[in-house]
């Protein structure tokens, strides 16, 4: 945590940092080798094998278990804990993940302020999409992680849950391909007109959510006490209507064009999740948050690469397979998310260095995942060097994943109906 003193900063000084914050990650990323990666961290195929027949077991036992859920608030808790302490026994033994970093996962803080984001988010929005309330879900997560960066407990705040359903309210939208240019061009004009403080009345009722998500926020944080609250709001936001550059089809970005998009979509997007979780940031807090965002900015362009080339949108990853393999530029990431978590020392308490292990390490998953799914985009010999760090095999990862995902669709809506549940995470309580 910083030593300096948190002030509110004003906005010139933000946009100021802001720049800042740009320019040395854009270095980083410039800096980063396209080196094929070496780690410590190896599995033999004998380890993945036994590694697979462990998964297989909690596979089979999920698959059993779930149709099981109980009635009863007690019965439930019971059900909950022998799940948690099934994925904390495969993820120690198999996975390798030290036991302290499942006290973090599955604190009773991170598991209560998740709950609470169930419960608000069926009030608010009975009919949100699965996929909508999970994209929202891992926000309040990274803020939950952001909370512990800075000194407090993880919970669920009225900005948090505000500003983390902002997301499937704002972001997807515009993500749609059959939304007009010109619409979207209407709608961001509208919001940013919010965001800067002005009472519009809504046009719809989906606009009216909206601006009551953004009241959610004007209550917790006054516009006149948290200015940089807002700076970073409509940071992202403009870093959002730049992007829908990158879904010209027809039009491809150059590459720095595309790097400035991701540092700042990315960047921005977090840096809002740490001054709403906080209320304050030292430059340094703010600094290292900035960069936490763009590393997850550039892995979610990776794990959605394959969405994204359907979609016709630019990425740094949909512009390079365009001509070559993602061998070098999945490097370049890889020793990109290390020079991040590394490079600010602000966070070197036992309890910072431990978030930055386990993020490290769930970062490292989540690329492995993504290189197993693309296969067909990397070279040979590159996908045998990375499958040396993955737990599972790549095969295995790919066959298990479609095999769930067809499991889970068939068990899943006779479970719904049955305990009249709208989505997975009512199974939290």
């Not at 020392?345 to 995942?369: H, K, V, W, Y």
């Amino acid at each position: 945590m910083c030593a300096a003193a948190k002030v509110t900063r004003p906005v010139e000084r933000f946009e100021v940092d802001l720049q800042g914050f740009v320019e040395h990650y854009k270095a980083l990323w410039q800096g980063a080798a396209m080196v094929t990666p070496s780690s410590t961290m190896r599995y033999t195929a004998e380890a993945q094998r036994k590694n697979e027949v462990a998964t297989d077991t909690l596979i089979g036992s999920m698959e059993r278990e779930l149709p099981k859920y109980p009635n009863g608030e007690k019965a439930q808790t019971n059900w909950r804990t022998r799940l948690f302490q099934s994925f904390r026994r495969i993820g120690t033994e198999s996975f390798r993940f030290p036991d302290r970093h499942f006290d973090i996962i599955f604190s009773p803080d991170y598991f209560e302020a998740t709950r609470a984001f169930a419960r608000q988010t069926r009030a608010f929005n009975a009919h949100l999409e699965a996929g909508a309330l999970a994209q929202a879900m891992r926000n309040v997560w990274v803020m939950n992680c952001l909370q512990l960066f800075v000194g407090r407990r993880p919970a669920l705040s009225p900005s948090i849950f505000a500003y983390s359903m902002l997301y499937p309210y704002t972001d997807n939208p515009l993500d749609h391909p059959h939304m007009s240019r010109a619409a979207k061009e209407t709608t961001c004009l509208r919001l940013a007109l919010r965001l800067s403080g002005q009472p519009l009345l809504p046009r719809d009722a989906h606009e009216a959510a909206v601006w009551r998500l953004v009241a959610m926020i004007e209550e917790e944080y006054p516009r006149d006490i948290f200015p940089a609250v807002y700076s970073s709001l409509l940071a992202i936001h403009a870093a959002q209507v730049k992007s829908l550059n990158q879904q010209r089809r027809s039009l491809i970005p150059d590459v720095p064009a595309l790097l400035a998009i991701s540092i700042e979509k990315g960047g921005a997007s977090v840096l809002a999740d740490g001054w709403l979780a906080a209320g304050s940031l030292c430059r340094a807090e703010a600094e290292f948050t900035f960069g936490f965002g763009v590393m997850l900015q550039l892995l979610d362009d990776l794990q959605d690469l394959r969405d994204d080339r359907n979609a016709g949108h630019w990425t740094l990853f949909t512009s390079t397979a365009t001509h070559e393999t993602l061998d070098g530029l999945t490097s370049r990431l890889w020793h990109f998310m290390h020079g991040v978590l590394e490079s600010n020392g602000c966070f070197a308490d036992p309890q910072g260095l431990e978030l930055r292990d386990l993020i490290r390490r769930n970062s490292i998953t989540l690329m492995l995942r993504a290189i197993a799914e693309n296969a067909e985009l990397y070279s040979g010999d590159y996908l045998q060097h990375m499958e040396q760090y993955s737990p599972l095999s790549f095969a295995f990862l790919n066959e298990r994943r479609r095999e769930i995902e067809a499991k889970f669709a068939r068990i899943w809506p006779v479970l719904a109906r049955k305990r009249n549940l709208t989505s997975i995470f009512d199974l939290l309580g």
